[in-house]
C-alpha cells in the first residue's frame, strides 16, 4: 500500500487488543483511536496501546480517520457500520456481518453507492491453512469436490468469557457465531451456495456462568438454538453436511472440515485459525501433509503457538481501495456467508428445503506478491 491509513475502532472490547496488537504487523493500517459505549472501557483500551479514546460521534466527525473498524456486539453490527459509511468512511465489521439478509443487502448498496469499500470478518481463510487448501484444489489434487463434512462443537462460552449473555439471544448461537469461519472458508474454497435445509433442537434452557467476571454465578437464558444439523448444496453441485452445537461435552471430529473429491479427500485446517496442516490423498492413497507455515501468514506468531494475522482483512481491503478492485473479505462475501447462516436457521425452523437469494464470485487467492505488498516496510 501506498498509504497510512488512519483507522479508528468502535469496540472496546476482548478482540480489540488483538487488533491493536497484530495492525503493526500491517505497515499501511495505524489505528489511531478507540470508542466505546462505555467511556471508560475506551480510555483503558487506548490508554494500554497510547491511542485516543473518543465518543462514537467524534470518530465519525474526524475527518482524518478514513477507516473504521466495528467490533461492536452482534445486535449493533448493521447500525454502527451504516453510521460509518454514512460518515464517508470505509468499513470493516466483525463477524457475523449482520443480523438480518436485508440489512446487510442495504450495507452493500450503501457501500456501493457512496463509492467506499466494505469488508468484513472472518480473514481466516486468507491465513496459510486456508489459502495453501484454495491452492492445491486449484490445482486439482482431489479433483471436483463431490461432498464434504465439517463440525464445530463444545459446550458454550459460559466457563471463559466473562458476560457471555449475548451469545445465547436473537443474533448468536453457534451459526451465526462461528457459522461465519465455516461458510467464509468454503465460498473461498468452493464458491457460492445454492440451498440449505438443517434441524435444529435447545439442549439446554439456560446456562450458569463460571468465567470469572461480573456474571459469575449467574444464569444466562438460552433464546436461540444450540445444536444444529444442515446440508449446504453449493452452485458447483458439492454438499457439505454443517454439523455445529454448544451442547457437547467432548467428541472425536479431529478435522473440522474434509472435502471428499473425485480425485481424492482433503482435510482442511480449523477455519477459526490463520495456520495448520492441509492434508491431501490421491485416490485413496495415503495423505500427503502440507504445512501452511511456509505459506504467507501462516506461521506460528501468536501466544500457543497459532498464527493470528487478524488486522489481515482490514489490510486488505484497504489494498483493494488503493488498487480499485473488490476486497477479498467482502461486503458481498460476507452477505452471501450470511445467506447460508440465516437460511440454516429457516430451514430449521421450518423443516424444508432453502434457495439462498444471493450469490457471490469466489474470492480471488491471496498471493505471495500480494501478502508482501500488505507487509513491505515504506
Known sequence: MSTIHQIGIIG???ISEAYLKLAPLFPGTKIVAVADIAPAAAKARADQFGITALSVDEMLKNSEIDTV???TIPAAHYEISHAILSAGKHAYSEKPFALSLDDAKKLVAEADARGLKLGSAPDTFLGGGGQTARRLIDEGKVGRI???SMYFMGHGMEAWHPNPTFFFQPGGGPVLDMGPYYTSALINLIGPAKSVTAIASKG????FVTAEGPMKGKSVPVLVPTTINAIIEFVSGAQITFGTSWDVWKHGHANPIELYGS???MLVPDPNFFGGTVSYSKDGGDY?????ADAPFGRANWTGERANYRMLGVADLLDAAEQGREPRCS?????HALDIMVSILEAAATRKVVDLSTTTERPAPLTAIDAERLIAAR
Do not use: M, S
Open 69 to 71: 473498524i466495528n467490533l
Open 331 to 335: 461486503g458481498r462475501v460476507a452477505l
Open 263 to 265: 480425485a481424492g479427500t
Open 288 to 292: 500427503v501433509e502440507v504445512d501452511a
Open 12 to 14: 472496546a472490547g476482548n
Open 204 to 207: 439446554f434452557d439456560e446456562r
Open 146 to 148: 463431490i461432498a464434504g
